[in-house]
């Protein structure tokens, strides 16, 4: 069952179990609105500090390109996937008079789509700041082109992934129109398939990415703290109050472990190089009266060292 499915069976139990009373109903659909509401205004909010810390940096330097494409494609194909396998729900949901608890999984569905469309365009804004030629200047006109092509080819895929979103999009409504009630579930079973696999994967490109800088640098913790939470805030919410199984939580643990993992590297790092810092300034205070230090340079296991 999916997701739209189990919302409104959830709906449908609350107001027609027997064993609850009026009282507990209502009480646990308010539960029910408050938390997924305070996800989708969560969702909207959480991408706020990303957003702030590229315009601020003016460089997307530490985000990695692959993981908000397979981001983008993932809940695309979530967002499509879901409205095809509730079809006729949606469809008949005026006749069942249901249409809110229908639709408002969906809108929920929607939220991170929007946000990683929106960090999408950021990072082509501002991945100029990355590879820009005017720090380059002067150097081996090979660097120069080198860094141009970097930058030409990603602006490229840009255009490449907005055609190929809207080619799935079109190609999702055609069978929507034309197909069966089985042609279209079975599209939106195979939409979801890829949609889960690109959520598990979307992660292992800035994992690797920050372990190469061993540093943040545009990637914002906050932002990534938030999503981690709010995964763990989802998997509580779609297992406990809307009962679902361990194959449709498992996308958000994977992916709350994930950004967890990255914001652990990161501080890591950020520890690492402070107590490096720190040991150069004490080894600076240490050669200060010394006649050498004068020349600003010591040699430390043969290795020529700048203080």
């Known amino acids: 069952m999916s997701f739209t499915d189990q919302y409104s069976h959830y709906s449908y139990k609350m107001v027609n179990a027997n064993n ?28 706020t500090p990303q957003y702030y810390k590229i315009y601020k ?18 809940c695309l194909f979530n967002v499509l996937g879901t409205i095809q396998q509730d079809y006729k729900r949606i469809h008949d949901c005026k006749k069942n008079n249901n249409c809110y608890d229908t639709w408002i999984p969906i809108v929920q569905l929607c939220s991170p789509f929007l946000c990683m469309i929106a960090l999408y365009w950021f990072y082509l804004s501002y991945v ?4 820009s030629l005017v720090t380059l200047a002067g150097k081996d006109d090979s660097i120069l082109v080198s860094t141009y092509l970097k930058r030409l080819s990603i602006y490229r895929r840009g255009r490449y992934n907005l055609f190929f979103s809207i080619a799935i999009t079109t190609i999702s409504l055609i069978i929507n129109t034309l197909g069966g009630d ?20 979307m992660w292992i490109p800035q994992i690797i990415k920050t372990y190469e800088l061993k540093s943040a640098h545009a990637l914002s913790l906050v932002a990534l703290s938030i999503h981690s939470f709010g995964c763990f805030v989802t998997i509580f919410y779609q297992s406990v109050i809307m009962k679902q199984n361990f194959l449709v939580i498992s996308n958000y643990l994977i992916g709350g472990i994930c ?20 040991q150069l300034n004490a080894l600076s205070d240490e050669f200060s009266g010394d006649h050498y230090y004068n020349t600003n340079v010591y040699y430390s296991d043969n290795h020529l060292v700048t203080l």
């Open 259 to 278: 950004e967890g993992s990255i914001v652990l590297m990161a501080l890591y790092y950020k520890r690492k190089k402070r107590i490096y810092k720190n």
């Open 128 to 131: 100029s700041g990355e590879y």
């Open 182 to 201: 089985h042609s279209i579930t079975l599209c939106g079973e195979i939409f979801n398939i890829i949609s889960a696999i690109l959520s598990v994967v």
């Open 20 to 47: 609850s009373t009026d009282t507990d109903n209502k009480s646990m659909s308010i539960i029910g609105n408050v938390m997924v509401w305070g996800l989708i205004l969560g969702t909207l909010l959480s991408y």
């Open 57 to 74: 940096s003016k460089t997307t330097k530490g985000v990695s390109e692959k993981s908000i494409i397979f981001g983008v494609y993932s």
